[in-house]
């Protein structure tokens, strides 16, 4: 059972303030790292794939990096606003190409006005 | 034109009933999956299709049963539904590990 951790589990951040949080897995036999965004009522979005350590990956305001050897991804929102209010996933292959994701039990992110 | 939709997207039944969910996606993917939502809003998965071969079967009740008529489609029947069973089923496609959800399902059983 691949053990992933994310923290914290839920985080209130004020408008216009930057956050990040983290994505923590065993550091062995890394394939690849996802992060996917789920707003309330909608179905989870990908928003970067991160396969090699050192990785930077950006979209708009929101960003990610990846250390493999000590384990752990941070996802870093700059400036946030109310629409960066959802849930974030990391989730690692389960096993073969097609055996699918396991996700870690996210971030739940609330930006305040 | 919804990539992957599932039907129906709400479904309230009675214990012991037999019920079905429906997956299609027009994505062209080979792999299509079922995911469930349990109580504490965690995403874990069920079942894995590919080229209608099943490559996963998690620890799920054999009361759940999935379903591919063909590439596009992966069904969700369950059997003699329990109050647990109430959820919300996610169905998803992938290409080169990406996954692509719908939009869920949320079942209830009373």
Known sequence: ILNVEQSPQSLHVQEGDSTNFTCSFPSSNFYALHWYRWETAKSPEALFVMTLNGDEKKKGRISATLNTKEGYSYLYIKGSQPEDSATYLCAFPSGGGADGLTFGKGTHLIIQP | ?110
Request: glycine share 6%; aromatic share 10%.
């Open chain 2, 1 to 110: 034109d919804t990539a992957v939709s599932q039907t129906p997207k709400y479904l309230v039944t009675q214990m012991g009933n037999d019920k079905s969910i429906k997956c299609e996606q027009n994505l062209g993917h080979d792999t299509m999956y079922w995911y469930k939502q349990d109580s504490k809003k965690f995403l874990k998965i069920m079942f894995s299709y590919n080229n209608k071969e099943l490559i996963i079967n998690e620890t799920v009740p054999n009361r759940f049963s999935p379903k591919s008529p063909d590439k596009a489609h992966l069904n969700l029947h369950i059997n003699s539904l329990e109050l647990g069973d109430s959820a919300v089923y996610f169905c998803a496609s992938t290409l080169a590990g990406e996954l692509f959800f719908g939009e869920g399902s949320r079942l209830t059983v009373l």
